[in-house]
């Protein structure tokens, strides 16, 4: 999605997916599924969807759009059901394409509806496995093949289908199954992406982020373990470990920039981490100036800390635009000329004449960063230094984050100096990696930073990964 002068709507990584998953049965569990999507997504703006189980069947419902555009009150009462899961998409691998929306329904030898957030790295293998067992599929994600996989299976259990069906999956991979009798959710091995499990009253539900259990009434129970399977079922709750891995690669950048704000992570609340990276952001990278100023959201928290820990007023100095919305009337060339300020509109009373710190959580290709400094330039601020919650962004994720080539990065082959100079500001200065694990009391060894430091949890490369890998193969084959 891209605004009229061509810059992506969002210049960060693009967000994953988001999911859900629920047994309550003297509840309306369409509704519940609906707010908790509604307040994942974030995660996800491109399609979502519901798939509800009654009378031993599921029924699917699923569109492009967001939540609120898909669903309404008479589609949700058609939903009906003792258990649900749901989904909200960001195409990681695959197009955008309605086939590869949300719950996908497979019923070879097992109905079931799967909801995936997660990127599998092994996809190719898996594709051509099962192609050559002649399963037909009908979408290029790779959600598909996980589903195929336990729909095809053997075993007279879900549960026993999935444990045998996991460990052969490689990636990331947060993922919740509906049946016919149960509701299973599993992360891989590594834990790279969230899963928590909550509690509905005497039932339970897992979602990606705990967000998703404050709107429905829930309380966050604990995190899914890595490599644990829960089962939601008229039995209870039941778990098991279904895979094993030597290590943890929990994504850091989720603390970073993913979750939302209200969300507890690794059980800490992801505001108070991120106003600590501002906190230790000013300790590592004073700069001395008259006023810091969020990129509003994403930048919030940590210009609230970089405020706090160097005493330096914060105040509003960019105005987002909260209604911005996806758009096709083009500018054209004098809108242009006049720089078209659809995000964001600075104030002159508050940088102008002033030396300002602007505060954001991370840059990706820099082009809303090079934007937002030639605005409050033209506001009059007398100096900019830009400081980053993070550290530079130099390596593509390939565990279901959409970061762009490494090419397209301001990072790429750059020294921090020389993308200062390419975004045009006084100086730049980034958060070190140090400062993000003491800001979010975790450590290296249990987590994914590959995005920083090319140091991938996983060994496999990316060749057969990429968003497109399926289709580009289907392409091959056709
Ligand atoms: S590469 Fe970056 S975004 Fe991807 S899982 Fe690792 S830390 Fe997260």
Redesign the pocket.
């Given at each position: 999605m891209t605004t009229p002068d061509g810059i992506p709507e969002r210049d960060g990584?693009r967000d994953e997916c988001g999911v859900f998953g629920v047994y309550a049965p003297e509840s309306e569990v369409a509704r519940l599924a609906y707010f908790a999507l509604y307040a994942l997504q974030h995660r996800g703006q491109e399609s979502a969807g519901i798939a509800t189980t009654e009378s031993g069947h599921i029924m699917t419902l699923r569109d492009l759009g967001l939540v609120s555009q898909v669903f309404d009150e008479s589609k949700l009462r058609a939903l009906g059901g003792t258990m649900a899961v749901g989904h909200v998409r960001y195409s990681t691998t695959g197009s955008s394409a309605w086939e590869n929306a949300q719950p996908i329904y497979r019923s070879d030898r097992r109905e079931l509806a799967l909801a995936h957030n997660g990127n599998l790295i092994n996809a190719v293998d898996l594709h051509e496995e099962l192609s050559e067992q002649g399963v037909q599929l009908r979408s290029t994600s790779d959600s598909e093949l996980i589903a195929a996989l336990l729909s095809i299976h053997e075993a007279e259990r879900i549960e026993d289908a999935v444990a045998d069906v996991v460990p052969r999956l490689e990636g990331?991979l947060s993922t919740v199954v509906l049946t016919p009798d149960a509701v299973v959710a599993f992360r891989d091995p590594l834990g790279?992406?969230p899963l928590s499990l909550g509690r509905l009253g005497d039932r339970f539900c897992v979602a990606s982020e705990s967000c998703a259990f404050d709107i429905i009434g829930a309380e966050l129970v604990r995190e899914i373990g890595p490599g644990e399977m829960v089962s939601l079922s008229e039995r209870g709750l039941e778990t098991r470990q279904v895979a094993r891995s030597d290590r943890r690669?929990f994504?850091?950048?989720?603390h970073i920039y993913?979750a939302r704000p209200d969300s507890v992570l690794e059980g800490m609340r992801t505001q108070v981490a991120r106003r600590r990276m501002g906190e230790i952001l000013w300790r590592e990278e004073p700069v001395e100036a008259d006023v810091v100023v969020a990129v509003p959201d994403s930048g919030n928290p940590a210009a609230a800390g970089y405020s706090l820990a160097s005493g330096i007023p914060r105040d509003d100095g960019l105005i987002k635009n909260r209604y911005v919305a996806r758009t096709f009337i083009q500018p054209g060339q004098e809108l242009r000329k006049h720089g078209l300020r659809m995000k964001f509109n600075p104030l002159p009373e508050v940088v102008g004449g002033r030396r300002v710190v602007v505060v954001d959580d991370s840059i990706v290709r820099g082009n809303t960063t090079r934007q937002i400094v030639g605005m409050l330039r033209d506001a009059g601020a007398r100096e900019i230094h830009v400081r980053i919650s993070a550290p530079p962004?130099r390596?593509?994720?390939?565990?279901?984050?959409d970061?762009s080539t490494a090419e397209e990065m301001a990072a790429h082959e750059r020294t921090v100096e020389e993308i200062g100079v390419e975004l045009g500001c006084d100086s730049l200065a980034y958060l070190s990696l140090e400062g993000v694990y003491e800001a979010i009391r975790g450590e290296r060894s249990t987590?994914?930073?590959?995005?920083?430091t090319g140091d991938?949890?996983l060994e496999r490369s990316d060749s057969a990964s990429g968003k497109f890998a399926l289709e580009e193969l289907t392409v091959v084959r056709s």
């Open positions: 990584p990331a790279l992406r690669a994504c850091v950048f989720e993913f962004i390596h593509p994720c390939h565990y279901g984050i970061m987590h994914c930073d590959a995005c920083f991938y949890p």
